[in-house]
């Protein structure tokens, strides 16, 4: 199956600075999201972002699916940025398959 | 804008007993997928349904069974529990726009299943 990784696994921040967290993945995917887990569990979507950029507040992504991997710019980051990010990607297969997840960025913004 | 609506939120059983899980899709998804994620783990996927049949199954132990009803909610039917069931299970649904894809993920907010 397709596998997804994520750098770096934990990110420690200050309030105020700027981070980029990577996603890189194995193979050509048609769905690529990126969410937020809360210390309180809930997935948050960020982006739906098979490719290209966008922007939503001081979040950003940018997904290059010719060299797969995709970026997240978290600029300054609150602590209620804190929890851990998510990458997610899916492939079409005829069926209505799954999205295969990253093991996550830990981020912790401290004041 | 609804959301995907999962019940119960939060479940205590013993080891052997049964637990049934519920999710309500946001209104004209067709398809709702179940994820299990344990402790300080990545969600990993176990089953979906397109338009109500199975359309794709992971690493869902024998033990566990799920079905969508023709009201599009699902249920996720757990069965002679063991501790390591303990997990979030979330339930997330997506519209395929009339074919079976991948399309936009939208999660619930899980319910939380502790065996003792």
């Known amino acids: 199956g397709i596998q997804v990784e994520q750098s770096p696994p934990d990110l420690i921040l200050q309030e105020g600075a700027n981070s980029t967290l990577r996603c890189n993945f194995s193979?050509?995917?048609?769905?690529l999201q990126w969410f937020h887990q809360n210390p309180w569990g809930q997935l948050i979507n960020l982006f739906y972002?098979?490719?290209g950029t966008k922007q939503n507040g001081r979040l950003s992504a940018t997904t290059v699916a010719t060299e797969r991997y995709s970026l997240l710019y978290i600029s300054s980051s609150q602590t209620t940025d804190s929890g851990v990010y998510f990458c997610?990607?899916?492939?079409?297969?005829?069926?209505?398959?799954?999205?295969?997840f990253g093991t996550g960025t830990r981020l912790q913004v401290t004041l | 804008a609804a959301g995907v609506i999962q019940s119960p939120r939060h479940l205590i059983k013993e080891k052997r007993e049964t637990a049934t899980l519920k999710c309500y899709p946001i209104?004209?998804?067709?398809?709702v997928y179940w994820y299990q994620q344990g402790p300080g783990q990545d969600p990993q996927f176990l089953i979906s349904?397109?338009?109500?049949?199975?359309?794709d199954k992971g690493s869902i132990p024998d033990r566990f069974s799920a079905q969508q009803f023709s009201d599009y909610h699902s249920e996720l039917n757990m069965s002679s529990l063991e501790l390591g069931d303990s997990a979030l299970y979330f339930c997330?649904?997506?519209?395929?726009?009339?074919?079976?894809?991948?399309?936009?993920?939208?999660f619930g907010e899980g319910s939380r299943l502790t065996v003792l």
């Open positions: 997330a649904s997506s519209r395929s726009g009339g074919a079976p894809r991948v399309g936009e993920l939208f």
């Open positions: 193979d050509s995917v048609n769905n």
């Open positions: 972002i098979p490719s």
């Open positions: 997610a990607v899916g492939v079409n297969t005829g069926t209505a398959s799954k999205l295969t």
């Open positions: 209104p004209r998804h067709d398809t």
């Open positions: 349904f397109y338009e109500k049949m199975q359309s």
